[in-house]
């Protein structure tokens, strides 16, 4: 499945300096009874413009806030909405950290009421003195209040990259304390603050302090009364200084509890953050040195995982446990530009070609979409990276930002609801996983490397290095070809390759095994998808179709004998060559479609029909659609032609054929054989669906012709006719080659007529009142319907009459037919088979004409059976008159029930069993 194109969000105001300014984007928390929780909105904070606040849920722009010109952030705002119910307003305020023109830390507050009034916006900010550090992280520490009137139910708590770190009021006035944690002085000379994340206690014992009880207790401290606020968990990341290029055990995270209450300027350290533990971030395998200006860190409350995000992929650390380990790490060649986690496995990424959905766990791509499909018909510029800035899981959203455009890419179809249940269903399966590997295919087809990589060939059953070698000297081979087109040094490779025991000009048969995966390799040299920004009639409306690059006749001719030339497999082919990009759905018509464009004179599309390849129904009727079309056309180009030619109005038939058909004509030979081979193939489908494809995609006037040929070759094929008559119109052999057989006449014709339907036979009555020429030609259309309802249904009358008469026929003669069949035919000596022209030559000597009670009478002696004297007139040669079974001869030897013991039959008892067995009616003779 394809990842949606986004949907825009809002139009984001530019930095006053373009070159160097920035946008820097943040959360928004509401605020009840202590508890802070995200909410459905972003803060855009922008260089010399304003910050402002945007509704992610119902996109509009919910409130702005202007700074001078001159003012440039230097982190991420936040924002915290909050209802006072003993005022009846709603109170925002809005924190920011700037470095120009001074280093200030400003609030922006905004009361609402629940009148019409206008909002009241004021500020307040606080000049940093005591640090020229850039401020990293501003965030809220919650904590209860009696009265919600004389005071807010937070503090700012801010942390700059030397790891100084100040708690303040929420309205900036009162600076409660400035300290530089002695953990931190240890690190701050070689390393400085990178990120910062507040939790809640309440989530940390979720997750975070879920199997650590020494932290959570630590945490705590002297708060252990049931009145006293839990405290907030201070995360600090920090990055060494020396290098831009670092290695992820170079980073280190401390971790610090922060009290709710601390007010007082006379507390200890300890008291106003106490450190918990310090962590040295374990580096993944195979991971060497990052850029450390493009990494992003993330912290995931409900997992305990702190995440990071850099130009390669994704590494996410369980803190958690008392030894971090890295749980899962997602690292490709391709340069992202942003990375972020979505569920427990998957990420989404943005790289230079694609912004997709990645599974972490089994490394495979479940949703994706071309990164220049995204803002393409927004007018939008397409140059600048996305850069992944939030995600809500609820609304199944992830918000980015593209330039100066707030986007959101919609994920519901990521996870699966069931029932009324709000709990999702778990992601990363790994069936959702199959056939989407991002390194699969590389390692099957790729020949970058020269090394032998038998572990990595198990699909393609290569195990020793000589075949390794010869499948790269294959795939080097058959991809030059490819780029040159060259369909003769194709052939050449393959069979090389797959020729039978050494011998290159043999190729296997139908039956023999040959790896599907290194037949899918060759699709995907042969087919490929091409970009189609022109629509038209014929071919099925899609933003992608099939191509045709080369056709070497003798590997397709292969191929199609083998029957792996079919829609599935070149779709896999397809999909497998363009990972890890995930092609949009493909319409039933692309593989007759490309083959038909490709050779406009049917021959390859009537070559594949031919073979055992299965083609799905609605294909097999687009392809009956086009061939009916073609012959209408060309029966008309030729009635016309004949006509021209029969008044003299053209000197050639040629002449005039190419001026209705154009220069390169199809034979009508080519185009009644690919008719013939469709209908044979929708045969083998449920009648079912064959009615479903038929009533889908064709009309009914394609339907009505279809039923004419049904006809026309039911009728030559003997059918409805006596062997004294004459076909019943002049047809070609073309016509009815290759002949249907009655079981696909009877279920096609059937079908059509179920898919035209009782409607459909209905709107063929004849318009009233018509006297427009329009008119006149929708009668004569619905007259030439009720001739053909009209024939059908004489048809359908000679048909029955038929039936009733061998049901009849069948009657008379089911006693002399069952007589037949319990008589057992004297099997024939091989002497006599061998002398069967003797047998010929005195035939006439075993005939005998008798008469017999007024009836002449033809008796057929056996070879022989006049020798001995035996009478042969009519004594047990007429057939018997009564309904019991003819009778064999009465055995000389019987098996006693009670014993089991074979004793022989008197005289007197075999003559006795003989009467006994003898018919009520019939003409016998007892020869004792």
Request: neutral net charge; aromatic residues 6%.
């Amino acid at each position: 499945m394809d990842l949606q194109s986004p949907s825009i969000l809002a139009q984001l105001p530019r930095p006053l300096h373009a070159s160097t300014g920035k946008t820097r984007i943040g959360d928004v928390y509401s605020l009840t009874d202590a508890k802070k929780r995200k909410r459905y909105e972003v803060a855009v904070a922008v260089d010399g413009e304003a910050v402002n606040i945007y509704n992610v849920q119902t996109p509009k722009l919910v409130t702005s806030y202007a700074v001078p010109p001159q003012s440039t952030f230097a982190c991420r705002p936040c924002s915290v909405r909050r209802k006072l119910s003993s005022k009846s307003i709603v109170k925002r305020q809005t924190y920011t950290a700037t470095t120009k023109p001074e280093h200030q830390i400003r609030c922006f507050v905004e009361e609402i009421g629940n009148g019409s009034s206008a909002p009241v916006i004021t500020s307040s900010t606080t000049t940093i003195t005591d640090s020229s550090s850039p401020t990293t992280f501003v965030g809220i520490i919650p904590f209860n209040t009696e009265d919600d009137n004389q005071s807010d139910s937070f503090d700012i708590l801010a942390v700059h990259q030397d790891g100084r770190t100040r708690r303040l009021s929420s309205d900036l006035k009162t600076q409660h304390w400035s300290i530089q944690h002695g953990e931190i002085a240890k690190v701050c000379s070689s390393h400085f603050v990178h990120s910062c994340f507040l939790i809640d206690l309440e989530d940390a014992k979720k997750s975070l302090f879920k199997r650590r009880q020494d932290l959570a207790a630590l945490a705590l401290g002297d708060s252990t009364t049931s009145n006293t606020d839990e405290p907030s968990i201070l995360l600090v990341v920090s990055h060494p200084k020396k290098s831009d290029q670092i290695t992820l055990n170079d980073v280190t995270v401390q971790m610090f509890s922060v009290p709710a209450n601390s007010k007082s300027g006379s507390l200890e350290e300890s008291q106003r953050l106490r450190h918990l533990q310090t962590i040295q971030v374990p580096a993944p395998s195979g991971l060497g040195k990052v850029d450390g200006k493009e990494l992003q860190w993330n912290f995931h409350a409900g997992s305990g995982g702190l995440q990071l995000s850099f130009e390669k992929g994704f590494v996410n650390v369980d803190l958690s446990q008392y030894s971090p380990s890295v749980t899962s790490q997602f690292v490709l060649d391709d340069k992202f530009s942003s990375v972020m986690r979505v569920s427990p496995q998957c990420v989404i990424g943005a790289s230079e070609s694609l912004v997709a959905v990645y599974d972490t766990q089994y490394q495979s791509v479940q949703r994706s979409i071309a990164a220049a499909d995204v803002l393409s018909g927004s007018g939008s510029s397409t140059d600048e990276p996305t850069v992944f800035v939030s995600y809500f899981a609820k609304l199944g959203i992830a918000v980015a930002a593209k330039g100066n455009t707030l986007i959101a890419f919609d994920l519901t179809s990521l996870h699966s609801h069931s029932g009324p249940s709000l709990k999702r269903s778990r992601d990363g399966l790994l069936i959702d996983a199959i056939g989407r590997g991002i390194g699969s295919s590389a390692a099957q087809w790729d020949t970058a490397s020269k090394k032998h990589r038998s572990e990595n060939m198990t699909s393609l059953h290569l195990t020793s290095p000589e075949q390794v070698e010869k499948w790269n000297q294959l795939t080097k081979d058959v991809n030059e070809a490819a780029k040159s087109k060259n369909c003769a040094k194709f052939d050449k490779a393959v069979k090389q390759y797959f020729g039978v025991s050494g011998d290159s000009t043999k190729l296997p048969e139908r039956g023999q095994y040959v790896n599907p995966e290194s037949t899918l390799f060759l699709l995907s040299k042969i087919f490929a998808i091409e970009d189609s920004p022109v629509e038209d009639n014929v071919s099925a409306s899609s933003p992608s179709q099939l191509r045709i690059v080369l056709w070497p006749t003798v590997t397709c001719n292969w191929l199609v004998r083998l029957g792996h030339l079919s829609p599935d497999n070149v779709e896999i082919a397809l999909r497998r060559s363009c990972k890890p990009r995930i092609l949009q759905s493909l319409p039933t018509s692309f593989f007759v479609q490309a083959l038909i464009d490709s050779d406009p004179s049917l021959k390859q599309v009537n070559q594949v029909l031919s073979g055992p390849a299965v083609i799905a129904s609605d294909g097999l009727a687009y392809a009956l659609r086009y061939f009916l079309s073609q012959a209408r056309l060309h029966s008309g180009a030729l009635e016309e032609t004949a006509r021209a030619i029969t008044n003299g109005d053209v000197a050639t038939p040629t002449q005039e054929l190419t001026r209705h058909l154009g220069a390169e004509e199809t034979a009508l030979k080519d185009i009644f054989l690919g008719l013939n081979n469709t209908l044979q193939k929708i045969h083998s489908h449920p009648l079912a669906s064959v009615v479903q494809s038929l009533r889908s995609n064709l009309s009914r006037t394609e339907l009505l012709s279809m039923v004419h040929h049904l006809r026309l070759s039911l009728a030559t094929g003997g059918y409805t006719s006596r062997f004294t008559e004459n076909p019943p119109t002049p047809i070609t052999l073309d016509q009815i080659t290759p002949p249907l057989s009655l079981n696909t006449i009877i279920d096609l014709i059937t079908a059509s007529v179920d898919a035209v339907g009782p409607s459909g036979w209905i709107s063929a009555l004849p318009p009233v009142n018509s006297l427009d020429d329009e008119s006149d030609e929708a009668i004569a259309s619905a007259s030439r319907e009720m001739e053909l309802i009209a024939d059908m249904k004489s048809e359908v009358s000679a048909a029955l009459a038929g039936v009733e008469e061998a049901t009849y026929l069948r009657g008379i003669l089911r006693e002399y037919l069952s007589f037949a069949d319990q008589v057992a035919t004297p099997a024939k000596s091989s002497r006599a088979l061998a002398q069967s022209d003797r047998e010929a030559a005195s035939r006439s000597q075993n005939v005998r004409y008798e008469k017999l009670n007024g009836a002449e009478l033809v008796i057929f002696n056996l070879p022989g059976e006049g020798d001995d004297g035996y009478d042969g007139d009519a004594s047990g040669k007429m057939l018997p008159l009564s309904l019991k079974p003819a009778s064999t001869d009465v055995s000389r030897t019987k098996v006693k029930k009670t014993t089991g013991e074979a004793k022989a039959r008197t005289s007197r008892e075999i003559g006795y069993l003989r009467r006994k067995a003898v018919g009520q009616y019939s003409f016998e003779r007892l020869l004792v």
